[in-house]
């Protein structure tokens, strides 16, 4: 199916498309060359101010909040269904604009379908409790959508972050404001405009791209948002999480990592090999759970960095577009120079590159924003590229001696979103795992997630969790109500 890229991404606002206050229009790139590919409208405050009066007058207005949620558990079935029947677009429309390789963006898109469809199933089960209280009284909560939430997304998974946040608000019955990140809005959009066949009422689902700044505040700040979900960097983070608390509202924030995986002896290294090489260069290692720290034993410390260098070494690197490319490039040239500064530092420091290490520009990559798969070994603890998020396709290995001093290192960072270990032994694996200090850990495989597990980090990688089964409540709030059973005694 061919990709109408000539028709301009304008914003979603109430059902209708407009290219906003300013009629103001700026093309996305193609990361695999840097050449324009579609015009997007740019949004401002006042298009962020009016997409919140707009959803707040169809939360109130429409049969959305008020009816029962089977009756949206169906429209968002249909949803899942619209997109799943036009999987195969959407996941080109992502490739194009974000980079990442055909084979990832389709299953990015089944992702989306399937987290659909989950909290779909949810819609009708926002359940009450009685509570015991004394005497004669019925005591009873009600579950009530929040009215008006807002999601901010990034770039690394354009569609699938986005719909995290805003599918099961709208199962719960909200009505919802959806930011994209500037880089990568098409799928946003591509999706929002699926809601009116889906029957979702017009102005329960609005996109509003723009720059963050600018509209990411905007919504925020806005008195009609009562929910604010929010996926990207840490400082953005703590940004939001600074507007949310002026305005007492609730901020669901799921920020960066530096995530360790932890290999011992007695591992199946062919295995643990390429889920490393996967956790690290899937995506181009733009994925805020990238495995990108191995801790491994000193005793495979050398047979292990070679399987991984190997596999590193033989990945094809093209636009992700061509179905031979295996890593498609990096989203930007800001990112590309982000990650090369990176190495660069980190070889400065005493790190040894073991493979990569340098642009790849031969040929046509020297058009994207190409980086190969790079793997630093020995960089010091202190080493920046040791410390902080690269949030490309660098793995950095250090060697460990005991399980304490296992665990002590994969602790040591400020991060806390993921951590993977490799071992044959079951006491070690469950043992280790609940000393890792991360929201999700994985053993004996590479990263993995799925709509009805919870998804979030400890320490600087968030607050709150999206997925799992209590998703859809945590987009409601809880109303306690007492009723008084007793009866007057008849007078006289
Ligand atoms: P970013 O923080 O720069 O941007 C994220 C979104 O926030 C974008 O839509 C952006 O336009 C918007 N924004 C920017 N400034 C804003 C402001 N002041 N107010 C409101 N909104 C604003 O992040 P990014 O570069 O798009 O994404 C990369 C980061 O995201 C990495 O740190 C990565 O680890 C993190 N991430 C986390 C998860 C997770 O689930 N924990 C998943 C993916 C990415």
């Known amino acids: ?49 009016h997409a919140m009066e707009v959803a707040q007058a169809a939360f109130e207005g429409s049969w959305w909040a008020s009816d029962d949620g089977g009756r949206r558990a169906k429209a968002l079935w249909k949803l899942a269904g619209l997109l799943e029947a036009r999987l195969e677009e959407f996941a080109r429309l992502e490739t194009l604009n974000m980079g990442k ?45 929040f009215g008006v939430t807002v999601h901010i997304a990034p770039w690394n998974y354009p569609l699938l972050l986005a719909i995290r946040g805003v599918a099961p608000a709208l199962a719960a019955g909200n009505a919802a404001v959806l930011k994209p990140a500037s880089l990568t809005p098409l799928t946003a959009i591509a999706f929002g405009r699926l809601a009116k066949d889906a029957g979702i009422p017009d102005g329960i689902l609005n996109v509003v791209a723009g720059p963050g700044g600018e509209v990411g505040e905007a919504l925020v700040n806005d008195l009609r948002c009562k929910s604010v979900s ?38 199946d290294l062919d295995r643990a090999a390429r889920g490393i090489a996967f956790g690290i260069f899937g995506n181009a290692g733009q994925m805020c759970w990238a495995g990108s720290r191995l801790i491994v034993h000193d005793s495979i410390h050398a047979a292990l960095v070679e399987r991984v260098a190997k596999i590193a070494s033989a990945m094809r690197l093209g636009p992700g577009i061509a179905p031979e490319s295996e890593m498609g490039p990096l989203v930007s040239p800001g990112q590309l120079e982000r990650v090369a500064e990176f190495v660069e530092s980190a070889r400065s420091e005493g790190g040894q590159v073991r493979t990569g290490g340098a642009r790849a520009s031969a040929g046509e990559l020297a058009q994207g924003n190409f980086y190969p798969p790079t793997i630093v070994d020995d960089a010091p603890p202190s080493a920046r590229a040791v410390r902080e998020e690269i949030f490309g396709p660098v793995l950095v290995v250090h060697p460990f001696a005991s399980t304490d001093d296992a665990v002590r290192l994969a602790n040591a960072t400020d991060f806390g979103l993921f951590a993977a270990l490799w071992t044959k032994d079951l006491a070690t694996a469950h043992t280790v795992a609940r000393r890792l200090e991360a929201g999700i850990v994985c053993v004996n495989e590479a990263p993995v997630t799925f709509p009805q597990t919870p998804f979030g980090g400890f320490k600087q990688s968030g607050l709150g969790f999206e997925q799992g089964s209590e998703v859809v409540r945590s987009y409601t709030r809880r109303k306690n109500v007492v009723v008084n059973l007793s009866v007057p005694k008849p007078k006289g």
């Open 230 to 267: 929010f996926t990207g960097s840490g400082d953005v983070g703590r940004r939001i999480a600074e507007l949310a608390a002026r305005r007492t509202i609730p901020a669901t924030l799921e920020l960066g990592g530096k995530s360790p995986v932890v290999v011992f002896p007695d591992a």
């Open 101 to 145: 390789t055909l084979k990832e963006a389709r299953g990015d898109m089944g992702f989306v379908v399937r987290s659909i469809e989950y909290v779909a199933g949810l819609a009708d089960k926002v359940e009450g409790e009685t509570v015991p209280v004394p005497g004669a009284r019925l005591d009873y909560t009600i579950r009530e959508p």
């Open 1 to 49: 199916m061919s990709t109408p890229l000539d028709r301009p991404f304008d914003l979603l606002i109430g059902g209708s498309e407009t290219p906003g206050t300013r009629g103001e229009r700026a093309p996305v790139k193609n990361p695999a060359s840097n050449e324009d590919l579609a015009p997007v409208a740019v949004g401002h405050a006042d298009d962020a101010r």
